[in-house]
């Protein structure tokens, strides 16, 4: 019999024969049975082999392919159960970090999400969609109509295609129905067996992996099954699901010893949980349990059970009890309440069950977690699936508690949860069938339970309230996430939120737990030392409460939308406020709260709120019906008052001793994300309680809370027993503005959604301009994404295009990037900009400023308002009628008593007092009259009512008529000091007027003089009574009264004995108030005049646009207008106190101790002013500096000329030192030097010579090849030049340094050598973090700080011989080559000035030595001999002509535009120039080499040479021109004369222009040779002959014929790409066009070293100007039109002549080397201007192109992709594996692609980053959304398109080399990128 080494004939043999018996078995015979018991025992023998790893596991997995395939192969079997897939559904499983879609359009599921290819192959088109990383694994929904719409599915997932997929043949799945249960129990007695239950300290977990390590192949085999399709799946399900299978194997262990043992193991692991068997339960637990589980008992929870016995727990809660984290000590509930069923009780009766307990029991391994999900699609699965899962969920929770690697289990389980509660009507299902919700809460009840704490809130000793405890891991790391986004999940679905709103049991649970998180991370104030540990605990409590209970609400409350859903609202209500009355008596509260210590986290309040804004908003529940009494409000606003007073606190510093953490949780309880779970309903619930009670009760809390109520005194001066005097401003401010907060907002009072969406948005722009993904992100939206706004839905875009404009990106100058912009448009500031809201949503209190400064500006320039505007008031949306109770505030004595007292310390001056407390006191007035009570009754006769208030300072409580009583006098209580005390009280009315404050009876007239003693005091004290009636009036028993309260810190005021009483004159009434105000706001007497007596328009339309914005003085006139509008007596009143001349303000009042303060505040206030008047002054002068010293802002601005041309008429050049400050010429023994910045570019060698742009290669086709770059066609040249030529001779007639050539920048400041090294020196010693490294050489420039590495000496020029070399001088050409040859061979010696070692020399030699080591070795050796002169000589050289090439390229590439340079002022060429020349002349050219005299000369033929060994020098037709040119010029003596410089480029244009000739002769075909050859050869005699073209063409063809040149068949391919007829015009343009490139540099070269500007021309006629510019042309050179370039010539010696002796050079070379001769001319060089790679439109094809793409080194996709734009080579960003020598391969790069500078693209973050040598920088994104922002680390996934403009600045800057400049923020990257 086959054993389990058999090799794979055998098996398939075996497998073949097994087949056919139990396919042909007919009735069952016999053979069936036999084949069958085989079967087992060969899968038993080979499957229990397997786990020893390696070989035998490949072997068994062998033996089930053949097996299963029945003998086929197994390629062909898989095939064939592929056929009958009726995939229509994707499915597809991916884990963490996987790029997938999510469509909002397409969605049904806020959850859905989308595999790359069926997104692709939907039509999302204009859909709102986004691209994400996923954190923990999905899976794709296409075809699951549950989750998604239709119209989404791809086109594979549209067809139902179930009904055309044939049925599956019997026996093609036979033989998997009988292998693959044993398969998977095998698979399962491996995890059995593998798992130890772990000793107590750690479990094992290095084991666990090793075990899954061996199971790896299993597991991926089940996986590869479920890959083949529907068929096959539900083979599996069948096998995971059959209850008698799993009888069969696990329990028939009786005769296998093995089998037994692993069956213990499992009874021990399910011990081990704290699980158990339900046969052992049911003996002990379940009688008792029936009847604990009753609502009553769970309601009993809440406050009677909370004692601290030890419940019966596991011992793994006791370890980490014992830690006792925060050193306090757990509470554990009695576990009475529990249903243990739900916690502890598991039965496994099929394989799925034990397959999913044991992904637990190891904490959900990746591979086992991707095939149970792998099988999601077939339906019997997905059911029987999630109940399971459903049945397990106290497992999980038991286990992800205990785990380490709590994270990465909580991404798993998320990963499966999210696949099966998604769906609607699973989760349906589920929850009918399997208690679902009550599962989940008891869970999470039970979870939170293990962490709970005694809550120290209120009465710390006998509190019987627990919290959950903040610092513990539970809470810390989040680890309860997973199931209570599970949850939330499942309550987004209307039938399951039903059910759970329905059942009053589950409400009572919830609410109970809800109340865990009622007061944790309670803050108490420190009064003495600062502390010393800062906690951080309350991140974990707002996440806590968002999360665990806010989310949960706004999911329920999505639900609670019509008026059919009332039910479900009284039922919230009513047990929450059962939960709140518990919370109360637990912890003992009665009616004031603790002092000093504050909690932010008030969720039952919160529900309750939310619950009743909803009843009344959508449902139309009447309030009443669901307020609780008096008592229970007085009671409910404790606790929200109390935080909003604590956030003032806050904001007053008086919690500094707290750390920052307090300032944190002040910020995040407003910030957006939480503000609408948070503050929001608290305002809320103040507000509604504010409406339902008695409002003196409620205004006196207020400023007893906010303990300013001692400030509110007529009194001077005052003690407050709570509050330090330097707080007490900023309190009483926070206190107003809270009272106009509350008065004034209408979130939950009346807004529609709509008009909540415009405040919000309108609010966030008004604080700052805000780009789009921000103001989505600062609109508090509904967090659960199913309600309200969602992001990106239609409201909110058309809101924002109706509130604001939007602003394109723009750049600045100075290269910051801005993005698109929204801003609010102009009648938004008008009408609509809302104080008021913009400080209840502002975190930082400088956000309200920039909102006031941004409408201060906007009122400036629509010239509304100049001055300083005080906030507008903005009229408010009506009230809903169940509110109206709010506005009773407005109108009761206590505030009107408040106004009037600070309108009279305002008045007078007294401390504490800000333009602020004003601001809200009108603010306050306004609101009042805006919504006062009907006009009253009858206004001439309201004397009559005065009986009834004879103890009130004013008559009603309408502000309307209050605001015209007069006071006249009122007794204070004031310290002894007071300058009150000392005046005697007027005789008439003091005496009795206090006497008869007794007598109920007095004269009417003395009752009105005196209705003023003082009554501010009673505010706590009325507010005491007030409660006290309250509560006697409500509760029944009178055991309830008043506990005495132990601490009654307000008895103070009557007993300190300093205080005595003094009686104030005050005779004012709001009303004359006011008048005064304005006069003193406005400095003029009688300033204030009624409107209405010259217009009376006034009175009739209120709203005047003139009141709307202004500052103090309109607010006043605004208000005195509407008193008059709404009561004729207050007209009346106003006239008559105006009529009244106003005396001055007595200043009597003032103390000499106040006076001297307050000459001490005036004297601040003046020495502030003139200080930022100084301050704006220097910035202005320094901004205007910047302005003309900086050019880096615009690198193209040429301000200052360049520094050469700028002093031609001086007699030497004169330079500033920058850092000295001193003038003067640069000498020999103290040069100075040009600020420059010396860097090595390739930018050059990218120059490309086909016409279009090259792309970015996004995908395999198209791949860039360098062959065509500049760079590449000069080094091919070269080496084969070095191929056949001498070295020394080849390595002068080339330049080098288009790859790694150096660049030479200045920003045109000077500075003194040994200034200089002074500065670096003090640089050094800076230990401040600089960007740059000093070591290096790096700086910045002292004056305009642009970075910079070097300094230029200036050679000490005098500028007199410019004038000399100016004129033109009427030497012969002959006799000027003469003087040009013997000023070469004085070579040797120098100037004398420099042939002694001076300073000037050193800094020569030291600043070459800089230039050298800009660049690489390897751009710098090119000779064969290594370190050969000939190499430096090549090299300085071509520095110069790097240089100037480089100009010609930032010129645009022609000098058609002419002009002082553009690179004007940071030209420094005329310096450049004179260190190289001083360099190259220190090395001597043999004269016999010197290619001087082969230009001039006639040579004899020295063929000798030819038989010799050494290489012949190059041929001069094969010399570089413009080559030539610098190695003549740079090695003649300094400074040049012009007559000179003139001569060598005539001679050099003679060689330029038979070169032309030549490579066109190469050009055209061998009969257009012989025309030309004919038809010159006539015009050879004449007498121009020389300067006619033809002639010296034919010549040129002649001489050439005469070697090889012409003699193979290979013009064909040359022919190619002329034009097959060449007219004389064409040949014409292409001889010009082949000059020019040397015409230019050589302008450019003649315009710095001898000034002169360049002229501006035509393209067309471009080669004339310049050549006119040169002295080339002739001087009877007439018009352009009949111009030929050869006229231009000036030949040395005989054209003819000279030519035929060039030629000859090639046609004895062509003789050796027939096949190279043409290659090495010199073709037409055209090249484009360097450009980077062309980008495509959109984002997503250069992602999905590369961010799967494998590196070419390591052949693995890299972590972070980059790609180059300059050359388009894919790289590993910090990519360990392509390191080479420690320099990672973004570094390496951007040394050889770009000599030291990289641009690369990020694929996986869209941004780009600049690699410049040893720094690098964020330059920013060229991709941009379609609002206009960067998407940086594609965070949001939103589809991005191309922005030319920045893509065209980035390619600017690399250009014009102006990276360093212009960018700011640089850090070194120590070659790890």
Known sequence: MAGAGASGREKRATAARLKAALSGGGGGGGESGAAAAELQALLERALAAAPSGGEAAAEALEW?????????????????????????????????????????????????????????????????????????????????????????????????????????????????????????????????????????????????????????????????????????????????????????????????ACAKKSHEKYLIALKGSGLAFPEDKLAGGMQEQASGTSTLSIQGLAGATA????????????????????????????????????????????????????????????????????????????????????????????????????DTMSNRIVHISVQLFSNEELARQVTEECQLLDIMVTVLLYMM??????????????????????????????????????????LSHQSVA????????????????????????????????????????????????????????????????????????????????????????????????APNQVTFHLPLHRYYAMFLSKAVKCQELDLDSILPDQEMLMKLMIHPLQIQASLSEIHSNMWVRNGLQIKGQAMTYVQSHFCNSMIDPDIYLLQVCASRLDPDYFISSVFERFKVVDLLTMASQHQNTVLDSEHERSMLEGALTFLVILLSLRLHLGMTDDEILRAEMVAQLCMNDRTHSSLLDLIPENPNPKSGIVPGSLSFESMLSAVADFKAPVFEPGGSMQQGMYTPKADIWDKEFDPVMVILRTVYRRDVQSAMDRYTAFLKQSGKFPGNPWPPYKKRTPLHPSYKGLMKLLHCKTLHIVLFTLLYKILMDHQNLSEHVLCMVLYLIELGLEDSPEQESDEEDSIGGHERCHDSWFPGSNLVSNMRHFINYVRVRVPETAPEVKREPPASTSSDGLASSQS????????????????????????????????????????????????????????????????????????????????????????????????????????????????GMTAVERILLKAAVQSRLNKRIIEEICRKVTPPVPPKKISPAEKKTLDKEERRQKARERQQKLLAEFASRQKSFMETAMDVESPDADIAMEIATSEQHVSEAVYDCVICGQSGPSTEDRPTGLVVLLQASSVLGQCRNSAEPKKLPTSEEEQIYPSDTCAAVHDVRLTTLQQ???????????????????????????????????????????????????????????????????????????????????????????????????????????????????????????????????????????????????NDFLFMYSVARTNLELELIHRGGTLCLGGASTAGKRSCLNQLFHVLAMHMRLYSIDSAYNPW?????????????????????????????????????????????????????????????????????????????????????????????????????????????????????????????????????????????FCLPFLRITC????????????????DEEFAVLANCLGLLPSSFQSPHQFTSASCLDWPVPAFNMISQWCLELASFADRHTEQVKALLIQEPKWDLPCLLQLPENYNTIFQYYHRKTCTVCSKVPKDPAVCLVCGTFVCLKGLCCKQQSYCECVLHSQNCGAGTGIFLLINASVIIIIRGHRFCLWGSVYLDAHGEEDRDLRRGKPLYICKERYKVLEQQWVSHTFDHINKRWGPHYNGL
């Not at 990746?366 to 899962?389: E, R």
């Not at 003139?1542 to 050099?1548: G, N």
């Not at 005469?1602 to 290979?1610: A, D, I, N, R, S």
């Not at 710095?1648 to 393209?1659: A, I, K, N, T, V």
């Open 1493 to 1633: 005299r082969k230009l001039t000369q006639l040579v004899q033929d020295r063929n000798s040479q030819v038989n010799s060994e050494e290489l012949p020098e190059v041929p001069v037709l094969y010399r570089d021109v413009s080559s030539l040119l610098l190695v003549q010029i740079l090695t003649m003596p300094q400074p040049l004369r012009k007559e000179h410089f003139t001569c060598i480029v005539k001679v050099l244009f003679t060689l330029l222009y038979t070169q032309a000739l030549a490579a066109f002769s190469v050009k055209c075909s061998a009969e257009d040779r012989m025309v030309w050859k004919n038809s010159g050869a006539l015009k050879k005699t004449l007498s121009y002959g020389e300067k006619s073209w033809e002639a010296l063409l034919s010549h040129v063809i002649s001489e050439l014929s005469k070697g090889k040149m012409f003699v193979e068949g290979g013009n064909e391919e040359i022919a190619m790409g002329s034009p097959s007829v060449w007219s004389l015009d064409s040949i014409e343009r292409y001889l010009q066009q």
């Open 64 to 256: 089930c392919r053949w097996l299963l395939a029945g003998g086929e192969p197994w390629e062909d079997f898989v095939q064939a159960v592929r056929a009958y897939d009726p995939a229509t559904l994707c499915g597809l499983v991916w884990t963490a970090n996987f790029v997938a879609y999510r469509c909002r359009t397409c969605g049904i599921s806020p959850c859905m999400s989308l595999c790359a290819e069926c997104f692709h192959q939907g039509e999302h088109a204009g859909h709102d969609y986004n691209m994400f990383r996923s954190q923990a694994g999905g899976a794709c929904d296409c075809g699951d109509g549950n989750v998604m719409r239709e119209a989404g599915f791809c086109k594979r997932h549209r067809m139902k295609s179930s009904s055309n997929v044939p049925c599956v043949p019997k026996d093609l799945l036979m033989m998997s129905e009988l292998v693959l249960p044993q398969f998977i129990f095998s698979l399962i007695q491996y995890l059995r067996e593998g798992y130890n239950e772990p000793a107590l300290d750690l479990p094992s977990e290095k084991d666990l992996h090793r075990i899954l390590q061996m199971l790896e192949p299993h597991v991926s085999f089940l996986e590869d099954l479920t890959k083949m399709g529907g068929a096959m799946r539900s083979v599996l399900t069948q096998v995971l699901t059959n209850q008698q299978f799993y009888k069969d194997l696990s329990s028939g262990v009786e005769e296998n």
């Open 1644 to 1659: 450019l070269l003649q315009h710095h070293l001898f000034g002169g500007d360049l002229p501006s021309c035509q393209e």
């Open 1284 to 1430: 056949y030529f001498k070295d020394s001779s080849c390595l002068q007639a080339v330049s080098i340094g288009w790859e790694g050539g150096v660049y030479v920048q200045t920003c045109g400041h000077t500075l003194h050598i040994d200034c200089h090294k002074s500065y670096m020196e003090s640089l050094r010693n800076d230990q401040v973090l600089q960007g740059f490294s000093v070591d290096k050489g790096e700086f910045t420039c002292p004056l305009c700080r642009q970075f910079a590495n070097s300094v230029l000496p200036c050679y000490p020029g005098n500028n007199v011989e410019r004038s000399l070399w100016q004129c033109h001088s009427n030497k012969s050409m002959q006799d000027l080559i003469k003087e040009v040859e013997e000023l070469q061979e004085q070579l040797g010696t120098f100037p004398v000035s420099i042939s002694s070692e001076t300073n000037l020399s050193k800094e020569m030699e030291s600043v070459m030595k800089d230039i050298k080591s800009t660049t690489q070795k390897k751009y710098t050796d090119y000779s064969k001999t290594p370190g050969s002169p000939d």
């Open 307 to 406: 004692t601290s016995v030890q419940g019966e727990s596991s011992d793994e809660e006791d370890q980490d009890g014992s830690q006792g984290v925060g050193k306090r000590k757990r509470v554990k509930l009695s576990s009475s309440t529990k249903d243990q069923s739900i916690m502890d009780v598991l039965k496994h009766k099929c394989f799925l069950e034990e397959l999913l307990f044991w992904t637990i029991k190891y904490e959900f391994p990746q591979k086992m977690v991707t095939f149970l999900l792998n099988m999601l699609p077939d339906q019997d699965y997905k059911i029987a699936f999630t109940k399971t899962f459903v049945q397990h969920y106290a497992f999980i929770m038991k286990t992800l508690k205990k785990s380490h690697e709590s």
């Open 498 to 593: 039903k059910k759970f709103l329905e059942d009053h049991g589950l409400l009572v649970t919830w609410m109970n737990f809800v109340s865990f998180f009622q007061g944790m991370n309670l803050n108490k104030r420190e009064l003495n030392e600062h502390v010393e540990f800062e906690s951080q605990t309350y991140y974990a409590a707002f996440a806590a409460e968002l999360e665990a209970c806010a989310q949960p609400m706004w999911g329920l409350l999505s639900h609670c939308k019509v008026r059919e859903t009332q039910e479900y609202t009284r039922n919230v209500v009513r047990y929450c406020l059962e939960a709140l009355q518990d919370w109360f008596d637990a912890i003992n509260f009665v009616d004031e709260p």
């Open 1000 to 1111: 109920p009876r007095r004269p009417k007239s003395l009752q009105r003089e005196n209705s003023g003693t003082a009554q501010v005091f009673s505010l706590v004290a009325e507010r005491r009574k007030k409660f006290q009636e309250i509560i006697n009036r409500n509760s029944s028993e009178a055991s309830q009264a008043v506990r005495p309260k132990t601490s009654m810190k307000w008895s103070a005021p009557g007993a300190t004995p300093q205080l005595t009483t003094a009686i104030l004159e005050i005779k004012e009434s709001i009303l004359s108030l006011l008048i005064k105000l304005h006069h003193k706001l406005s400095g003029k007497q009688n300033s204030y005049y009624p409107p209405w007596l010259d217009d009376m328009e006034v009175l009739i339309q209120p709203e005047i646009p003139k009141y709307s914005h202004g500052d």
């Open 449 to 490: 339970e293990s962490c709970l704490i005694k809550s120290e809130l209120q009465d710390e000793e006998n509190s019987l309230h627990v919290v959950v405890n903040c610092g513990e891991a539970l809470l810390k790391n989040n680890t309860y996430w997973p199931l209570v986004s599970d949850f939330i999940n499942i």
